[in-house]
């Protein structure tokens, strides 16, 4: 799965980074996901994290494809 965050549409609620911490971090106000972290997104652990972020992210910021 490839994560991505549309920084055109993150406005910095950092529920991502709340929710997946492995995979996303908060910087300059936004949600980024961590350089690697797509690998880390195969765990299946951390993948329903990244799902669970992506559902409840309040702006739909989080782009994920496969």
């Keep these: ?6 920084r055109s549409l ?3 609620s950092a529920e ?7 995979v996303f971090a908060f ?11 797509a690998d880390a997104a195969e765990d299946p652990r951390t993948r329903e994290a990244v799902l669970e ?3 409840k992210c309040p702006s739909q910021a989080i782009v994920l494809t496969e």
Excluded: I, L, S
Excluded at 1 to 6: E, G, L, N, R, S
Excluded at 16 to 22: G, T
């Design 1 to 6: 799965m490839k994560v991505a965050v549309d």
């Design 10 to 12: 993150c406005y910095g």
């Design 16 to 22: 991502c980074a709340h929710r997946a911490p492995a």
């Design 27 to 37: 910087e300059d106000g936004y949600g980024v996901v961590r350089p690697g972290a």
């Design 53 to 55: 972020a992506a559902e």
